[in-house]
């Protein structure tokens, strides 16, 4: 099954820091998208990433968020100024297909915790 | 404006018990997909089944059938004889398209939490 990887694996911040979460693909895929998931609460579309540019964003994507593909290979998720809110379960997946519905199999995700 | 109901916020349930988990889903789109994804205690999402709204055959994968209406728009999802591995959050999500034609976005409900006791 494809695969997709996530560091850090749980991530402890204080309120005001950048963070740098990263999901690596096995291998090379055109589509990305980024969610994050609340405790114990349902999973939200951040940003969605086609070939190397943002194709969707949501409106918890804000200023403070930014995404980019800096080596062609790992895909990250910034968060300039992380807030108390900010903590959450991020996931990171990679779309499979060629048409425009496809299956997205997600990472592990990366717990972030804002104290 | 898409939108996933689980009405059904926890289940719990007997090993070898049927249990189904209901998905009702809204969206304008005429064509979309729909899927169920199974969270773990782990905390992983896991990918289980995807569905084109053209295609509205059920279908049967082991113990797990899912059952999609388009007529009441729902998309239910049914364990046989359930087991303690099966205890999770399961998740319905539907997919839809922008004006581009470019969004493939997922639209999640908030998730059945399911308890399988032993």
């Known amino acids: 099954e494809p695969e997709v990887t996530q560091t850090p694996s749980h991530q402890v911040t204080q309120m005001g820091q950048e963070v740098i979460l990263r999901c690596v693909p096995i291998s090379n895929h055109l589509y990305f998208y980024w969610y994050r998931q609340i405790l114990g609460q349902k999973v939200e579309f951040l940003v969605s990433?086609?070939?190397?540019?943002?194709?969707?964003k949501s409106e918890i994507f804000d200023d403070q968020f930014s995404v980019e593909r800096p080596d062609g290979s790992n895909f990250t998720l910034k968060i300039r100024s992380t807030k108390l809110e900010d903590s959450a379960m991020y996931f990171c997946a990679r779309g499979v297909g060629t048409n425009s519905y496809n299956e997205q199999f997600f990472g592990p995700g990366t717990r972030l915790t804002v104290l | 404006a898409q939108k996933v109901t689980q009405a059904q916020t926890e289940i719990s349930v007997v090993e070898k018990e049927d249990v189904t988990l209901d998905c009702v889903y809204e969206t304008r789109d005429t064509t979309y997909y729909l899927f169920w994804y199974k969270q773990p205690p782990s905390g992983e999402l896991v990918f289980l089944i995807r569905r084109n709204s053209f295609d509205e055959q059920n279908e049967i994968s082991g113990r797990y059938s899912w059952n999609f209406q388009k007529s009441t728009s729902s998309f239910n999802f049914t364990i046989t004889a359930s087991q303690v591995v099966d205890s999770a959050v399961y998740f319905c999500a539907l997919s839809g398209v922008n004006s581009g034609g470019s969004n493939y976005k997922l639209t999640f409900g908030k998730g059945t939490l399911l308890t399988v006791n032993p």
């Open positions: 990433f086609y070939n190397n540019e943002i194709s969707e």
